[in-house]
Each structure stands twice: as structure tokens, then as C-alpha cells.
């Protein structure tokens, strides 16, 4: 993964952790949450607190949740406003990052203000403590997420305006001694906190009609599309069980899994936007032949930019053996695009079975209608059809880190290049895949 840091396309737009004050927050926080305190001097975090350097340390990516498979419990820590807009690495939830962004934009200036004196943590959650099977999912309607201090500041303030409001609308409250006794200790403790932007109000996100979740080893849902019935997609082998006791579930590994998403009008083929971008299908052909290339053995150290047309060429004939059809479907299709025929007639003509749907499947209208189920749907592509590395990297970055690590020092080198080549990482680039 270093040259991924060097390049900048991992550990990109964190903050860094080194004074013992935020060391000693961020431990705090931790506790609060019911995890073992780090004992690092000094790590970076991401915009909802996720740590590399931590993860590492524990031995465990996903350590801000309660279970890895089935928790419907999910937690975060801001110590810092510069936290606002950052990436959000290791998302649980395809909707993470918006509900970030959702909590900066109603609470930035109590986030700026608490921060000051104390570290905020965040308790993610849904109607359900614990998911018992993935059907749970389908009862997902709301995400609210709670914020709390670790120097008690928003339930202080929350408690001075209370003692304040009794005392001017009651009638002799003054008289109670024990009434008097609880606004001066409060004052002595925190201070006048009457004026200061210090109660953040629960968020509460809703954008969650399709989403992916981490759960049960990974599980898409979709709603609101052309039939009345939900759509589940499992990731997981484990869970292949879920496949046949809940309604609704297919497989990812389902060979009929792309006519279901065209059928229920999640995707679409777009073969109109691919004649007027052949550029980009043409830049794709180019990435699966890459893909075939490096999973030749003896080509573990090669160059694959380093390759004129004419040697790439040269290449695919000695392969004939190895070369899947897909490639020769896109071949087809690039070369169909460019005359006059029209697009039913050639969507006829295509051939799912050589796995050239996932391939040139983008978001439908109906799907582009959600921000947050068109995020989603892009997820599912890059994870259907893997060989297109700028989508991966784009919209399933965790997959992307994953496979990364499996790849040759060959494949490694020519990937970063290939994305530092089409301009990543960018300004905008959020960094978390969505």
C-alpha cells in the first residue's frame, strides 16, 4: 500500500493526530464507545474518525463497529472541524458520507465550538439493535445519528437552559434552595453556557430507500423501482443460505442478476451514451485486455502502458486460448456503434452470457433520480464488472484496496499510473467510493 500513500491515492485529504491533548480526546472517545484505547502517540483520521493507523494496530478494519457481520450499531468520532468534507475511508454504510455531510452542514458551528474543550462521538443508528437476518434490512426507513461529548458539554448546556427556563417561568422557584444550589454548581463547573452554540440536535437522514450496507458480508437494496418488490443482493458466500430463505435475495454470483437489474429498471444499457463517448468504451476494451495480460504469470513485472497497438495485438493472437469472449463482444459492439444500425437492433444482438452487460451497464433515469441510489448502483457495477480500475477506485474503493493487494508489483505500478494519468487524485475526490 505505500506506493498507493506516495501517490497519494491512499491516506489523501486525512488529519493529522499528534499533540497528547487529541491523542487523549480521541482515547476518550474510544472508552465512551466501549473500545480499547489506542496506544499510539500519533495516527490521522478521516472525516468520520475511521484511522489507519489504528485499524492497523488492531488488527481490525472495521473497529468502530460492534460486530463486523450483523451490528446495526455503528459509531464515529469528530475532534476537529477540519473533519468536515474529508474522505470517509472505510464507509459501513453506502450513506456514511452524506450523513457526515448532513451533520456538518446543521451543526458546524457547535461542532467548531465543542471541539474546542472536548471530542465528540457519534452513535449511528437505526430501529433495530441488531439485525437477526438480512430481511432486517428491508425495515431500514431512517438513519439517526446522536452526538455526545466527552466533557458533558451539550447535556450541560442542555441542563442550564432548563434550570434558566423553570427559574422564569415558575412561580417562586427562587425560593428553592436546592433549585439555586443547581444553577450555581453549573455555573462553577462549565461556566455561562446559556449563549453558546453547544446543543447539536439529532440528525436524522432518510436518503435511504437503496443503499449498501456491510452487513451480513455485504448486502445491496434497492426499493422504489419498477415493481412493488424490494431487491436484495448478497456478496457474501456465507450468506448464500439468505438467497433462498428471504424473499426478494439474489446472489451476486446470479448469472441472471443483470436482466433482474434491466428488468426492474435499476440499470440501463445505455448503448446511446456509449456511441456518443466511443472513446471511453474504447479506453475500456483497453482495460480488460489489461486485465487478461496480467493474469498471465510471466507477465507479473511487465509494463502493459509500454505496449504499442501493434505488440497488444500481437499479444491477444498468442492468447487466443486465454482471451475470454467478452472482449470479443466489445470488439463488436465498438465497431456496431460506429455505423448507422439502430440501438434496438443491437441490443438484440448482444450477448450476456459473455459477461458484457455488467460491463456497459450504467445507472438508469429512475436510479439517477436519488443522488445516493445512483452512488449505489455505480457500487454494484464496479463490483459486477471489476476490469474498468477508474470506476472501482471511484465507487467501490474498499474492493479496490483489496484487489490491489493481490495484484503483481507489475499490475500495482501500471494501475497507479493509469489513475494518476486520468487525473486522480482529484481535488473533489472524496476518497470513500462514493
Known amino acids: 500500500m505505500q506506493k498507493l500513500v506516495e501517490s497519494g491515492l491512499f491516506g489523501n485529504g486525512l488529519v493529522h493526530v499528534d499533540s497528547p491533548t487529541l491523542v487523549k480526546r480521541y482515547n ?36 468502530f463497529s460492534c460486530n463486523d457481520l450483523q451490528t446495526a450499531s455503528q459509531f464515529g468520532i469528530i475532534l476537529t472541524p477540519d473533519q468536515s468534507g474529508l474522505p470517509v475511508y472505510t464507509p459501513f454504510n453506502s450513506f456514511d458520507r452524506a450523513v457526515m455531510a448532513k451533520l456538518f452542514r446543521n451543526s458546524g458551528k457547535q461542532i467548531a465550538e465543542l471541539t474546542q474543550r472536548s471530542a465528540l462521538w457519534l452513535d449511528f443508528t437505526q430501529d433495530l439493535l441488531e439485525f437477526s437476518s438480512p430481511s432486517d434490512l428491508f425495515m431500514i426507513e431512517e438513519v439517526v445519528v446522536r452526538v455526545s461529548d466527552t466533557k458533558g458539554l451539550i447535556q ?23 433549585e439555586r444550589a443547581k444553577i450555581i454548581e453549573s455555573a462553577k ?69 443483470s436482466e433482474i437489474l434491466l428488468k426492474e429498471d435499476i440499470t440501463d444499457l445505455s448503448l446511446g451514451w456509449h456511441k456518443r463517448h466511443l472513446v471511453e468504451l474504447e479506453e475500456l476494451q483497453d482495460l480488460i485486455i ?11 513485472e511487465a509494463d502493459f502502458a509500454s505496449l504499442t497497438s501493434a505488440c497488444k495485438k500481437q499479444w491477444i493472437a498468442r492468447s487466443n486460448g486465454s ?9 463488436r459492439l465498438i465497431a456496431t456503434l460506429r455505423k448507422d444500425e439502430p440501438i434496438k437492433k443491437i441490443s438484440v444482438s448482444l450477448k450476456n452470457n459473455s459477461g458484457i452487460y455488467p460491463v456497459i ?66 481535488a473533489n475526490n472524496n476518497g470513500d467510493g462514493h
Request: aromatic share 12%; net charge positive; proline share 5%.
Open 28 to 63: 476518550d472517545c474510544l472508552k465512551a464507545i466501549g473500545i480499547e484505547p489506542t496506544n499510539l502517540k500519533e495516527f490521522k483520521i478521516d472525516g468520520i474518525g475511521w484511522s489507519p493507523e489504528v485499524s492497523k494496530e488492531k488488527d481490525r478494519i472495521k473497529y
Open 156 to 178: 450541560a448546556a442542555q441542563n442550564q437552559r432548563d434550570l434558566v427556563k423553570r427559574f422564569r417561568e415558575g412561580n417562586n422557584v427562587w425560593l428553592d434552595g436546592s
Open 189 to 257: 463547573l462549565h461556566g455561562d453556557l446559556r449563549f453558546k452554540p453547544l446543543i447539536i440536535q439529532d440528525i436524522h437522514f432518510n436518503d435511504v430507500r437503496s443503499f449498501y450496507t456491510r452487513a451480513f458480508g455485504g448486502t445491496y437494496i434497492f426499493r422504489d423501482f419498477s415493481s412493488d418488490r424490494p431487491l436484495m443482493i448478497i456478496e457474501s458466500e456465507k450468506c448464500e443460505k439468505t438467497v433462498a430463505d428471504v424473499e426478494f435475495a439474489k446472489s451476486i454470483s446470479d448469472p441472471g442478476l
Open 290 to 300: 489489461a486485465d487478461c495480460f496480467y493474469q498471465q504469470p510471466e507477465n507479473a
Open 323 to 331: 482471451i475470454p469472449p467478452l472482449l470479443g463482444e466489445i470488439s
Open 361 to 426: 451497464m450504467r445507472p438508469s433515469k429512475e436510479a439517477e433520480k436519488s443522488e445516493q441510489t445512483t452512488k449505489v448502483v455505480w457500487q454494484l457495477l464496479a463490483r459486477l464488472a471489476p476490469h474498468d480500475i477508474e470506476r472501482l477506485y471511484l465507487f467501490n474503493r474498499i474492493l479496490f484496496y483489496d484487489l490491489y493487494r493481490s495484484w503483481s508489483e507489475g499490475k500495482k505500478k501500471w494501475a497507479i499510473a493509469y489513475l494518476k494519468k486520468r487525473g486522480h487524485p482529484r
